[in-house]
């Protein structure tokens, strides 16, 4: 192993939440009078932090999301999670091989807490994630194409930017690991490989992912 620690995005690699939450996005910002299709959900947001959301809309609109949307979003969101949400295929299979491996591991994501841990209690990927290997971009205040977050977990864990590998499937991801001094491998699976062109390695399956490990 090349690396001292690997630092998972989650949504769209740790769990399969990216069609879902894209889905009530778009929905959401429609009904508010912001026409928003999946597809331009997926472009635009994916892997963003909900500050970032607000950010554009007033950008591109001058008009606020209301104080109360987070909340709002997240309720169906979570209800969309109990009934829908699975783990990505074969992730649990890279996160057993790490453990027994003995190679240090940890998520860092845009999302809040209760995201992730929604997520992951849903899955059953909690078993792989005790308290101190969970980071959000709340931790931090700034989300990712920041480094803040993906720098904040490798202190915490005790390892060195240049020893850290990021596992991302979204550009603003890629372009935060980048930034932060890490390696990063980029997961193609819903975002094309042009958008990309960052990561160091780009794979399409945790299979192969577990593979690029070894």
Not at 63 to 73: G, I, N, S
Not at 115 to 127: Q, S
Not at 182 to 210: C, H, I, K, W
Request: a negative charge; glycine letters at 8%; hydrophobic letters at 45%.
């Amino acid at each position: 192993m090349r690396y001292d620690l690997i630092i998972f995005d989650n949504d769209g690699v740790l769990v399969d939440s990216e069609p879902i939450s894209n889905r009530l996005l778009a929905a959401s910002l429609t009904e508010l009078g912001h026409p928003t299709t999946y597809e331009e959900s997926i472009r635009d947001y994916m892997g963003s932090a909900m500050h970032r959301i607000h950010d554009l809309v007033f950008e591109r609109t001058g008009r606020r999301l209301p104080d109360d949307f987070d909340d709002v979003f997240h309720a169906r969101v979570f209800a969309a999670f109990e009934r829908e949400l699975q783990p990505v295929a074969g992730v649990a299979g890279v996160l057993e091989k790490l453990a027994a491996d003995g190679v240090p591991y940890c998520v860092a994501s845009s999302g809040s807490h209760e995201r992730i841990r929604v997520g992951h209690r849903t899955t059953g990927l909690d078993r792989w994630f005790a308290e101190e290997r969970i980071f959000s971009s709340q931790d931090v205040g700034r989300g990712k194409p920041a480094p803040d977050l993906f720098l904040y977990a490798a202190e915490r864990m005790g390892v060195a930017p240049h020893a850290c590998l990021v596992v991302e499937d979204s550009p603003l991801g890629v372009q935060a690991a980048v930034v932060a001094g890490m390696d990063v491998y980029g997961f193609t699976a819903m975002t094309p490989a042009s958008r990309l062109a960052g990561a160091n390695q780009l794979f399409t399956t945790m299979g192969e992912l577990a593979d690029l490990l070894v």
